[in-house]
């Protein structure tokens, strides 16, 4: 499905995303700590599904609303002509160099609510890296908030923006808090971790789909690869619609998708990618040489708990 690329007031949108997804750990009640806060107490990071001890694996793909939340804050914090503005946003027009017409998604696939829940794709290595140690940022603040050591603030701006640097060196507005102690590490995850969730994961889909209402989200039981798409034409060689949603809201279960298949993922070595895309064959090896930016890659998060050490 094409649509045309609209503006739907985004910066309320957003701003109101960035409290509500961003932050969206377990429990958002305000919880005011009187000793230490131990690493078992950490809540899980949003959107992460616990792979092994004090290690989670996003649940889904960075999606395209996921990846305007981070823009439209570096924009919001260092303004919109910013070298840091400008370096956060992806490359919108990779849709024009697919084999098939898809020029039209390049009016529509990162803009449009109507794909806010796909994969995002047309970013770099680097924008990966960048988007994850924001996202980092933006947990440990909000951890900070809940457990009232300080309160938010609405106003920052470049020079006093919240960093788990700054909160821990003493350059941030408070003394560091002595009850907590860790801070969420997000990366991309390396070979062996993805390696690992495919296993996983894979066998524990199969248990949790049956509690989903396949109606609404069959298109999360198949590998979405070159063989799997039944709308091949000589127009959309990958079909009109490339890629999939990354979740569905009618399983009782969280499921962890397109591990492979969908979009090819950024891994800690930049010359790799993992699990393949919709332009790959479902039999096609689960490594593949990493070209960016393009309209195939994207990638997800990993984190972890660290303990700060001065």
Same mark, same amino acid.
């Given at each position: 499905?094409?649509?045309?690329?609209?503006?739907?007031?985004?910066?309320?949108?957003?701003?109101?995303?960035?409290?509500?997804?961003?932050?969206?750990?377990?429990?958002?009640?305000?919880?005011?700590?009187?000793?230490?806060?131990?690493?078992?107490?950490?809540?899980?990071?949003?959107?992460?599904?616990?792979?092994?001890?004090?290690?989670?694996?996003?649940?889904?793909?960075?999606?395209?609303?996921?990846?305007?939340?981070?823009?439209?804050?570096?924009? &919001?914090?260092? %303004?919109?002509?910013?070298? $840091?503005? =400008?370096?956060?946003?992806? /490359?919108?027009?990779?849709? *024009? #160099?697919?084999?098939?017409?898809?020029?039209?998604?390049?009016?529509?696939?990162?803009?449009?609510?109507?794909?806010?829940?796909?994969?995002?794709?047309?970013?770099?290595?680097?924008?990966?890296?960048?988007?994850? &140690?924001?996202? %980092?940022?933006?947990?440990? $603040?909000? =951890?900070?908030?809940?457990? /009232?050591?300080?309160?938010? *603030? #609405?106003?920052?701006?470049?020079?006093?923006?919240?960093?788990?640097?700054?909160?821990?060196?003493?350059?941030?507005?408070?003394?560091?808090?002595?009850?907590?102690?860790?801070?969420?590490?997000?990366?991309?995850?390396?070979?062996?971790?993805?390696?690992?969730?495919?296993?996983?994961?894979?066998?524990?889909?199969?248990?949790?789909?049956?509690?989903?209402?396949?109606?609404?989200?069959?298109?999360?039981?198949?590998?979405?690869?070159?063989?799997?798409?039944?709308?091949?034409?000589?127009?959309?060689?990958?079909?009109?619609?490339?890629?999939?949603?990354?979740?569905?809201?009618?399983?009782?279960?969280?499921?962890?998708?397109?591990?492979?298949?969908?979009?090819?993922?950024?891994?800690?070595?930049?010359?790799?990618?993992?699990?393949?895309?919709?332009?790959?064959?479902?039999?096609?090896?689960?490594?593949?040489?990493?070209?960016?930016?393009?309209?195939?890659?994207?990638?997800?998060?990993?984190?972890?708990?660290?303990?700060?050490?001065?």
């Amino acid at each position: 499905m094409y649509f045309r690329k609209i503006d739907f007031k985004k910066e309320i949108v957003l701003f109101l995303l960035i409290v509500l997804t961003v932050f969206s750990c377990k429990t958002r009640e305000i919880i005011e700590l009187k000793s230490e806060l131990t690493i078992d107490k950490y809540p899980d990071p949003p959107n992460g599904i616990e792979l092994d001890s004090n290690v989670f694996f996003d649940a889904t793909e960075i999606t395209n609303i996921s990846y305007q939340e981070y823009v439209f804050w570096k924009g &919001k914090i260092y %303004g919109k002509t910013s070298k $840091e503005f =400008l370096a956060a946003l992806p /490359k919108e027009n990779v849709w *024009d #160099s697919l084999e098939g017409k898809y020029s039209v998604l390049s009016q529509s696939y990162y803009g449009h609510v109507a794909y806010r829940e796909y994969p995002v794709v047309g970013v770099s290595y680097e924008q990966a890296i960048d988007f994850s &140690k924001w996202r %980092g940022d933006r947990v440990m $603040e909000y =951890l900070l908030i809940k457990h /009232k050591i300080f309160e938010y *603030d #609405s106003v920052q701006n470049k020079n006093t923006v919240f960093t788990i640097e700054k909160y821990f060196d003493g350059k941030y507005k408070i003394n560091p808090s002595p009850f907590l102690k860790y801070y969420p590490v997000f990366s991309l995850p390396d070979s062996a971790t993805f390696m690992k969730a495919l296993v996983r994961f894979d066998s524990l889909n199969r248990i949790n789909f049956k509690y989903c209402k396949e109606k609404y989200c069959s298109e999360l039981k198949k590998t979405t690869c070159l063989e799997t798409n039944e709308e091949i034409s000589e127009k959309y060689l990958y079909g009109p619609d490339p890629t999939e949603v990354t979740d569905c809201s009618f399983c009782k279960y969280q499921l962890v998708t397109h591990i492979r298949g969908n979009v090819r993922e950024f891994t800690t070595n930049h010359k790799i990618t993992f699990g393949g895309s919709y332009r790959d064959s479902c039999n096609a090896k689960l490594f593949f040489e990493n070209k960016e930016p393009n309209a195939y890659t994207g990638f997800r998060n990993v984190c972890s708990w660290k303990k700060w050490k001065n």
